[in-house]
């Protein structure tokens, strides 16, 4: 009988060796960064040779462990190249909610600018025959007086018609800068929004990051655990780091979709933006 227990706990002890072992050289150990040495992985084997089942839950929770690290590692990985996509795309979206309808805008002031100039030799006239009409009246010379208010009333007409055009070259830059201000604004406010998220994530950066300086003492537990054949504390220290590392994980994904809800509110400014 105590010949079989022996076979038994040696089938175990090898089982358990070849599973441990059989992880190292895959790519989530490599990513791993909390792992245990040859010599814990074999005074582990050598501790739980009597317990097969526990020994088959130890090492589930152990490649659970691995499992979870590398999660995390890709979860960053994913989150990094989506931030900084955000961040250029963000960059570039504001430079075009600034630069919205600036050429336009360019045109029409110039179109403003390029209509009163060339109305302006007009206007000096008007006023010219306007302070002329007056002179002549104060002289009360009939003849001047009449030659010169058929022309001021000849010229009024041309004035009125400048006068007109100017105030359209004006009220179409006017309606083009106000309606651009207004989207401008609409943009900004979505934009905005973006500011409330990111402290979000800085909360959840927070919490991860209080779980994760929790993970060394608890591992040092584990380590040392098996260092005294301790089995069963060796398995409760790694549950508690296994937990923490699944909260790690869920605070992980917590961050990456609202990161997520940034590019679809920068995607939604975007589309609103026009071409410039």
């Given at each position: 009988m105590k010949k079989s227990v022996r076979l038994n706990a040696a089938v175990v002890v090898v089982t358990l060796a070849a599973l441990l072992m059989s992880t190292q050289g895959a790519t989530i150990v490599e990513a791993a960064t909390l792992q245990l040495s040859e010599a814990q992985k074999f005074a582990l084997t050598k501790a739980t040779a009597s317990d097969p089942s526990r020994a088959a839950r130890f090492n589930s929770l152990y490649n659970e462990l691995?499992?979870?690290?590398?999660?995390?590692?890709?979860?960053?990985?994913s989150f990094n190249t989506l931030h900084y996509r955000n961040e250029e795309s963000l960059t570039t979206v504001r430079k075009q909610v600034?630069?919205?309808?600036?050429?336009?805008?360019?045109?029409?002031?110039?179109?403003?600018?390029q209509t009163q100039e060339r109305y302006k030799p007009l206007f000096v006239m008007y006023t010219s025959l306007g302070n002329q009409l007056s002179v002549a009246r104060k002289l009360k010379n009939k003849q001047l007086t009449s030659l010169l208010s058929t022309q001021l009333e000849a010229a009024k007409i041309t004035v009125q018609l400048a006068r007109e055009d100017i105030r359209s070259k004006q009220n179409a830059l006017s309606t083009t800068r106000s309606k651009t201000t207004q989207l401008q604004k609409s943009i900004r406010s979505e934009l905005s929004s973006i500011h409330t998220l990111k402290i979000h994530i800085k909360a959840e950066k927070s919490n991860v990051s209080t779980l994760n300086k929790g993970l060394s003492p608890l591992w040092k537990n584990v380590t040392q655990s098996i260092k005294i054949n301790d089995a069963a504390a060796a398995y409760n220290a790694l549950s508690q780091v296994t937990s923490k590392l699944r909260q790690m994980e869920s605070g992980k994904q917590k961050i990456i979709t609202i990161e997520r809800k940034i590019e679809t509110i920068i995607q939604s400014a975007k589309s609103k933006t026009p071409a410039v």
């Open positions: 691995l499992q979870l690290q590398t999660q995390i590692e890709q979860t960053d990985q600034q630069q919205i309808n600036a050429a336009q805008l360019l045109k029409l002031a110039s179109a403003v600018k």
